[in-house]
C-alpha cells in the first residue's frame, strides 16, 4: 500500500468514529444513501435477486447503525473464465471503446469492442446476379442413382469372389486397437476463477462499495495482487485497491467509491430530465 493511500484511510478511519451516520435522505441531491436507504436498497436486490443475501459478519467488526443480521451484502461463486489481460487483447483488435445510445452525450460505453456494421455485413451476401451454375454439376435424380442404366452395365457380386476374400483372414481386421488417453497440455487448461462479491455500507462516502474475494480453480483463496490480474490495467491499483475489509478477515480488492456518488448523481438527473422519478429500491 502506497504512503497517500496509508495516509487517506488513516483519516478516513478517523473521520468515522467522530462522525455519525447519515440519517437524512440525500439520495437526489447528491446521490448518496442513508443507511436507512442502504438497507431498503438491499432489500430489493435480494427480494429480486436470490443469488445474493444479507450476512452478519465477524461479531467483532459489525457496525452498530446497521441490523447485526444486516451488516454487508454477498453473492457467491460467480465464475471469472478468463484474465483481465486476453479480454483486453481482443477489446482493442475489436475497435476499442464505443460510444452506444449517443443522445446528448448520455450514451454507454460497448463493453466487447465495436459492433458490426450492417453495412458489412450485406456487402458480404452474394448477389444472385452473379451466381454462376455449372451445367455439368447439375444431374437428374434417375441418373444420379443409376436408374435406367443398361443391366450389362451393373456389376456382378460374382465377380468379387475370392477364396480368401474372408474377413477372418483380412490383416486389417484383425490388428488390435487402442484408444490412447493423452492428458493434454498445461497451458489449453481452463483456469476458472470464482469470486465472492460482497456489498458494504461506506460510512465516509455515503454510499455502497464494492469488495471482491478470489478462488483458484481449487478453491483456494487467491492472493489480493493476484486478483488484480482479473482487473483491467487502466483500474489495478487505481480504482481497484488493496484494503482491509470492513467485516471480513486479511485485505481483499474493492471498487473505490470516491466516484460513486457523482456518477449517481448524473443517472438522477438524467432520469428526472426525462421525467422518472428515481427511487433508491428501484
Same mark, same amino acid.
Given at each position: 500500500?502506497?504512503?497517500?493511500?496509508?495516509?487517506?484511510?488513516?483519516?478516513?478511519?478517523?473521520?468515522?468514529? %467522530?462522525?455519525?451516520?447519515?440519517?437524512? =435522505?440525500?439520495?437526489?441531491?447528491? $446521490? @448518496?444513501?442513508?443507511?436507512? !436507504?442502504? &438497507?431498503?436498497?438491499?432489500?430489493?436486490?435480494?427480494?429480486?435477486?436470490?443469488?445474493?443475501?444479507?450476512?452478519?459478519?465477524?461479531?467483532?467488526?459489525?457496525?452498530?447503525?446497521?441490523?447485526?443480521?444486516?451488516?454487508?451484502?454477498?453473492?457467491?461463486?460467480?465464475?471469472?473464465?478468463?484474465?483481465?489481460?486476453?479480454?483486453?487483447?481482443?477489446?482493442?483488435?475489436?475497435?476499442?471503446?464505443?460510444?452506444?445510445?449517443?443522445?446528448?452525450?448520455?450514451?454507454?460505453?460497448?463493453?466487447?469492442?465495436?459492433?458490426?456494421?450492417?453495412?458489412?455485413?450485406?456487402?458480404?451476401?452474394?448477389?444472385?446476379?452473379?451466381?454462376? %451454375?455449372?451445367?455439368?454439376?447439375?444431374? =437428374?435424380?434417375?441418373?444420379?442413382? $443409376? @436408374?435406367?442404366?443398361?443391366? !450389362?452395365? &451393373?456389376?456382378?457380386?460374382?465377380?468379387?469372389?475370392?477364396?480368401?476374400?474372408?474377413?477372418?483372414?483380412?490383416?486389417?481386421?484383425?490388428?488390435?486397437?487402442?484408444?490412447?488417453?493423452?492428458?493434454?497440455?498445461?497451458?489449453?487448461?481452463?483456469?476458472?476463477?470464482?469470486?465472492?462479491?460482497?456489498?458494504?455500507?461506506?460510512?465516509?462516502?455515503?454510499?455502497?462499495?464494492?469488495?471482491?474475494?478470489?478462488?483458484?480453480?481449487?478453491?483456494?483463496?487467491?492472493?489480493?495482487?493476484?486478483?488484480?490480474?482479473?482487473?483491467?490495467?487502466?483500474?489495478?491499483?487505481?480504482?481497484?485497491?488493496?484494503?482491509?475489509?470492513?467485516?471480513?478477515?486479511?485485505?481483499?480488492?474493492?471498487?473505490?467509491?470516491?466516484?460513486? $456518488?457523482?456518477?449517481?448523481?448524473?443517472?438522477?438527473?438524467?432520469?428526472?430530465?426525462?421525467?422518472?422519478?428515481?427511487?433508491?429500491?428501484?
Amino acid at each position: 500500500m502506497v504512503l497517500s493511500q496509508r495516509i487517506h484511510e488513516a483519516f478516513k478511519g478517523t473521520v468515522e468514529r %467522530i462522525t455519525g451516520p447519515r440519517t437524512v =435522505s440525500a439520495f437526489k441531491e447528491k $446521490g @448518496v444513501l442513508s443507511v436507512s !436507504e442502504f &438497507i431498503l436498497a438491499g432489500d430489493n436486490l435480494v427480494s429480486k435477486c436470490p443469488t445474493w443475501s444479507w450476512e452478519s459478519g465477524e461479531p467483532s467488526k459489525r457496525k452498530s447503525y446497521l441490523p447485526p443480521e444486516k451488516q454487508y451484502l454477498i453473492t457467491r461463486n460467480v465464475p471469472c473464465l478468463r484474465r483481465a489481460a486476453s479480454v483486453e487483447e481482443e477489446y482493442e483488435a475489436a475497435g476499442g471503446e464505443v460510444l452506444l445510445d449517443n443522445e446528448e452525450n448520455d450514451g454507454w460505453l460497448a463493453t466487447h469492442g465495436k459492433p458490426k456494421d450492417k453495412s458489412d455485413v450485406e456487402e458480404n451476401l452474394p448477389s444472385m446476379e452473379t451466381l454462376e %451454375i455449372r451445367q455439368n454439376a447439375v444431374r =437428374s435424380i434417375p441418373s444420379y442413382f $443409376g @436408374v435406367g442404366e443398361d443391366e !450389362e452395365d &451393373i456389376p456382378d457380386m460374382a465377380d468379387y469372389e475370392e477364396a480368401d476374400n474372408h474377413v477372418e483372414t483380412d490383416a486389417a481386421t484383425l490388428q488390435p486397437t487402442y484408444l490412447v488417453a493423452q492428458e493434454p497440455d498445461d497451458d489449453n487448461i481452463l483456469r476458472t476463477r470464482t469470486y465472492d462479491v460482497s456489498i458494504t455500507y461506506d460510512k465516509y462516502y455515503q454510499t455502497p462499495r464494492v469488495w471482491l474475494t478470489g478462488y483458484d480453480e481449487s478453491r483456494m483463496l487467491l492472493q489480493p495482487e493476484l486478483v488484480l490480474e482479473d482487473v483491467s490495467q487502466d483500474h489495478a491499483h487505481k480504482t481497484v485497491t488493496i484494503e482491509d475489509h470492513p467485516h471480513l478477515p486479511g485485505k481483499h480488492a474493492s471498487v473505490h467509491p470516491c466516484r460513486h $456518488g457523482a456518477v449517481m448523481k448524473k443517472i438522477i438527473d438524467v432520469l428526472m430530465s426525462r421525467g422518472v422519478e428515481p427511487e433508491v429500491d428501484k
